[in-house]
């Protein structure tokens, strides 16, 4: 019954597993994990905002602004998620893979990023999603996501070495 195919190197098709995530559930599940009490300004942690519009490229990304300090933010904003050139289903699948205790490399292969990526996503999961704003307030508007991502990257010469909690964090 079963025809049997010619060449045995030939690979059964893959899932695009990238290709069935809703980038709207995303964004939903990013805005529930950073503000699961309703959105908050991230300059001043005050309820008070104002919906902004969404992202000119990301239809799904929410733009608000706080009423009483005007920052401007987004879904993103100071999130490890910002300042990358991949959307974010990338981001949550590659979170959804740590989970699964992915190494590094099978991830990366699995969602075509390089692996830098993937071990920086990786280290910054434990300090959750959200970054630490600086003890010094800084004046005015400043663009700080390029620098955080690449001075994770400089910063961990050997954060290869450890793969896989040997206690469970349990959640
Ligand atoms: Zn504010």
Redesign the pocket.
Known sequence: MATERPGPSRRPPMVNIQALIDDARCFQAVRAMRWPDGV???????A??TKDGHDDTQPERQRS???????RFDDLTDTVFAGHHQPLRVWVLCLYFLGLNLSDEQIAQELGIDPDDAQVMASQRREGIVRRTPAVALSGEVECDEVYVVAGHKGRPGAGAKKGDPAGDGG
Do not use: H, M
């Not at 908050?40 to 005050?46: D, F, H, K, N, T």
């Not at 602004?65 to 920052?71: A, D, P, S």
């Open positions: 908050r300004c991230p300059g001043c942690a005050s008070e905002v602004q706080g009423r009483g300090c005007r920052k």
